[in-house]
C-alpha cells in the first residue's frame, strides 16, 4: 500500500491488517514501563490510534482528540501506539499533562506485524484500528496523506456500535 506525505510517495512495508482479520498479537510496554499485550484488551471493544510522531501537530491533535472522547469511557479500551522512544513520549504527555495509555514501539514490532511502517521514513503510517471485544478488526483506516487527521467520526461511530 502506498501512502503520501505532502505529495511524496511511500510504500508501506506490506498490507496492513484490514476489518474481519483477527488483530496481530503484540507486546509493547507504557510509560511505566509495565507490558501490554493484545490479550490485555480482549473483552472490551478497543480503539487503536496510531500515529507517526507523537511530536508533531498533527499526531499531538489526533491523540488529544480521541483522549478526551474516550478517557472517561470504562466500556472501551483506548490505546496510542508510536514507535517514538519512551522519553519522547513522556515528554510529550507531560508537555501536554495528559495521562494516558501510551505504547511506545521502537524496535517496530507492532508497525510490521500491523502493516504500517513506513521503512523509508522509519515511522508508522498514521492509522486506526478498531477491535470488537473478541480481537477482530471491525474498522480500519489508514490516512492516506500522513499531515492529514483521521475520520475520527467514522471510528468513534465503529467503536460506539461495538459496547
Same mark, same amino acid.
Not at 9 to 26: D, H, R, S, T
Not at 93 to 122: K, R, S, W
Given at each position: 500500500?502506498?501512502?503520501?506525505? #505532502?505529495?511524496?510517495?511511500y510504500?508501506l512495508i506490506?498490507?496492513?491488517?484490514a476489518?474481519?482479520?483477527?488483530a496481530a498479537?503484540?507486546?509493547?510496554k507504557d510509560?511505566h514501563?509495565?507490558?501490554? #499485550? $493484545?490479550?490485555d484488551?480482549i473483552?472490551?471493544?478497543t480503539?487503536i490510534?496510531?500515529?507517526p510522531d507523537?511530536?508533531?501537530?498533527v499526531?499531538? $491533535?489526533?491523540?488529544r482528540?480521541?483522549?478526551?472522547?474516550l478517557?472517561?469511557?470504562e466500556?472501551i479500551?483506548?490505546?496510542?501506539?508510536?514507535n517514538?522512544t519512551l522519553?519522547q513520549q513522556e515528554h510529550?504527555?507531560?508537555?501536554e499533562?495528559?495521562?494516558l $495509555?501510551? $505504547?511506545h514501539?521502537?524496535?517496530?514490532t507492532?508497525g510490521?506485524a500491523?502493516?504500517?511502517?513506513?521503512?523509508e521514513l522509519?515511522?508508522?503510517?498514521?492509522a486506526?484500528f478498531v477491535l470488537?471485544?473478541?480481537?477482530?478488526?471491525r474498522?480500519?483506516e489508514?490516512v492516506?496523506?500522513?499531515?492529514?487527521?483521521?475520520?475520527?467520526e467514522?471510528?468513534l461511530?465503529a467503536l460506539?456500535s461495538?459496547?
Amino acid at each position: 500500500m502506498e501512502i503520501t506525505k #505532502r505529495d511524496q510517495k511511500y510504500q508501506l512495508i506490506k498490507e496492513p491488517l484490514a476489518v474481519g482479520q483477527l488483530a496481530a498479537p503484540f507486546h509493547l510496554k507504557d510509560l511505566h514501563e509495565q507490558m501490554y #499485550r $493484545l490479550g490485555d484488551f480482549i473483552g472490551k471493544p478497543t480503539l487503536i490510534s496510531v500515529v507517526p510522531d507523537i511530536n508533531t501537530s498533527v499526531c499531538s $491533535l489526533q491523540t488529544r482528540v480521541f483522549n478526551q472522547k474516550l478517557s472517561q469511557n470504562e466500556q472501551i479500551h483506548f490505546i496510542t501506539i508510536s514507535n517514538n522512544t519512551l522519553k519522547q513520549q513522556e515528554h510529550w504527555c507531560q508537555a501536554e499533562d495528559l495521562d494516558l $495509555l501510551m $505504547l511506545h514501539d521502537p524496535e517496530n514490532t507492532f508497525g510490521q506485524a500491523y502493516g504500517v511502517y513506513i521503512p523509508e521514513l522509519q515511522v508508522y503510517a498514521r492509522a486506526i484500528f478498531v477491535l470488537d471485544k473478541d480481537g477482530v478488526i471491525r474498522y480500519e483506516e489508514i490516512v492516506s496523506e500522513m499531515t492529514h487527521e483521521p475520520n475520527y467520526e467514522q471510528a468513534l461511530a465503529a467503536l460506539t456500535s461495538l459496547i
